[in-house]
């Protein structure tokens, strides 16, 4: 497999990918009191007001 895959690239790919999934969400919301911004991550439940 390594012959016609190069390894460096499959980490460098499965890495983008782990950061992409892990990262915060991060989203601005509009109501009556203004904009806010949101974050939605893994590793908390539900959404944090920043």
Known sequence: MSYFVDTHFLKSLLSAILT?????????LKNKEGEQIMMKWVFLKGFKKL
């Open 20 to 28: 992409m999934v892990l990262a915060p969400k991060f989203a601005v």
